[in-house]
Nanobody, 115 residues
Framework: VQLVESGGGLVQPGGSLRLSCVASGFTISTYYMNWYRQAPGKEREFVARISNGGGITNYADSVKGRFTISRDNAKYLVYLQMNSLKPEDTAVYYC?????????WGQGTQVTVSS
């Protein structure tokens, strides 16, 4: 299993970013996919989840209405569209899949929201 995130960067408050996660080594269409984030000095926290077919999504309360998770199973891609970004969204964002009770993580992509 390999997960590789991209798309992070520096953005001003109120701006937008789209993160991508490319998956390999497993059949992505079989699994729910997740995004988590970890801010400096804090524990890793759940951000969003999407069902294997894409029909069900769940979000942390802190991002609901601003972030949208989506997926393209044919391309083995998972996206996180982030709008109306706030300084408190600053964190390393990780793609995740739980496969046979084992959590797999990418290396993360840094998102910094600052003026």
């Amino acid at each position: 299993v390999q997960l590789v995130e991209s798309g992070g960067g520096l953005v001003q408050p109120g701006g937008s970013l789209r993160l991508s996660c490319v998956a390999s080594g497993f059949t992505i269409s079989t699994y729910y996919m997740n995004w988590y984030r970890q801010a400096p000095g804090k524990e890793r926290e759940f951000v969003a989840r999407i069902s294997n077919g894409g029909g069900i999504t769940n979000y942390a309360d802190s991002v609901k209405g601003r972030f949208t998770i989506s997926r393209d199973n044919a391309k083995y891609l998972v996206y996180l569209q982030m709008n109306s970004l706030k300084p408190e969204d600053t964190a390393v964002y990780y793609c995740n899949v739980r496969k046979q009770s084992v959590d797999y993580w990418g290396q993360g992509t840094q998102v910094t929201v600052s003026s």
